[in-house]
């Protein structure tokens, strides 16, 4: 069993930045691939981001390329979502997720652990 915990959300205005962790805790962090997912208000989740275990391949949604980079420290058993140039349509609520794996996935389903989200707010 995972538990995921994040962290980082808030309420900023377009062009700034933000940065989300998720901590990781229950099991070695080290063979889980994560994910990074968000839901807007009447919208259903879509994918974000996502980071191999070894932190060596990553994949962004066309939405987020450029402006969101993922990065891990598995010794800190944390993911981060670094967000710049916000824009109001950022405005959700990110999860991250987790699934062990060598791989990498960017389908919701194909992922077993889920934190609870956090809250970001993007005013124009």
């Known amino acids: 069993q995972v538990q995921l915990v994040e962290s980082g959300g808030g309420l900023v205005q377009a062009g700034d930045s933000l940065r989300l962790s998720c901590a990781a805790s229950g099991r070695s962090f080290t063979n889980y691939a994560m994910g990074w997912f968000r839901q807007a208000p009447r919208k259903e989740r879509e994918f974000v981001a996502a980071i191999r275990w070894s932190g060596d391949t990553t994949y962004y949604a066309d939405s987020v390329k450029g402006r969101f980079t993922t990065s891990r420290d598995n010794a800190k058993n944390t993911v981060y979502l670094q967000m710049n140039s916000l824009k109001p349509e950022d405005t959700a609520v990110y999860y991250c997720?987790?699934?062990?794996?060598?791989?990498?996935?960017?389908?919701?389903?194909?992922?077993?652990?889920w934190g609870q989200g956090t809250q970001v707010t993007v005013s124009s």
């Open positions: 997720a987790a699934r062990r794996t060598l791989s990498i996935y960017i389908r919701q389903e194909e992922y077993d652990y």
